[in-house]
């Protein structure tokens, strides 16, 4: 494993540093729970949940921290499961925090998994645009380096549904 050198930064500490205001303003939430997400929820509810978000509780008059109640997004029947989980699931939030961050959890019911993901191959080109390609192609000796060419020529001069 190599150590960024003095003077530079990773990627994913620049992105944390410009994302975390944004989210803690919105959603009273930050980077490190969404990513440690499936950890904390645990192999049961890691696929079907999602923090959406905190909502901290104000201060008492006497300036003391009141813990906040924090609204995931669940599908389904598994709410229900959930429902019965959350002393666990709360013990496992605050504990992650390293204070008594959430006192109380709100479950939303809405759909959670990922899209679907696309095709990597686009459609093949037909008419004018498969001739043009075939026109491009011609000067390439490599077999690999004109498949690979060809599917990008193809995903460029595709039409976009």
């Known amino acids: 494993m190599s150590y960024p050198r003095k003077g530079e930064k990773q990627i994913s500490e620049l992105a944390n540093g410009l994302i975390d205001p944004v989210l803690a303003k919105r959603a009273g939430i930050n980077t490190a729970l969404l990513g440690s997400w499936d950890e904390i929820a645990g192999e ?3 696929d079907c949940t999602r923090p959406e978000k905190i909502a ?39 504990s992650f925090f390293g204070f008594s961050a959430v006192h109380q959890i709100r479950i939303v019911q809405k759909p959670v998994s990922q899209a679907s993901k696309r095709s990597r191959t686009p459609p093949p080109l037909k008419g004018e645009a498969a001739r043009k390609l075939e026109g491009m192609l011609e000067g ?22």
């Open 44 to 46: 049961d509810f890691a």
């Open 140 to 161: 390439i000796e490599g077999d690999k380096l004109r498949e690979a060419v060809k599917r990008l020529g193809t995903a460029v001069l595709g039409k976009r549904r």
């Open 56 to 94: 901290w509780a104000r201060g008492g008059e006497d300036g003391t921290y009141k813990p906040g109640v924090l609204t995931i997004a669940c599908e389904g029947a598994r709410a229900l499961f959930l429902t019965h989980a959350q002393g666990e699931l709360i013990q496992r939030i605050n």
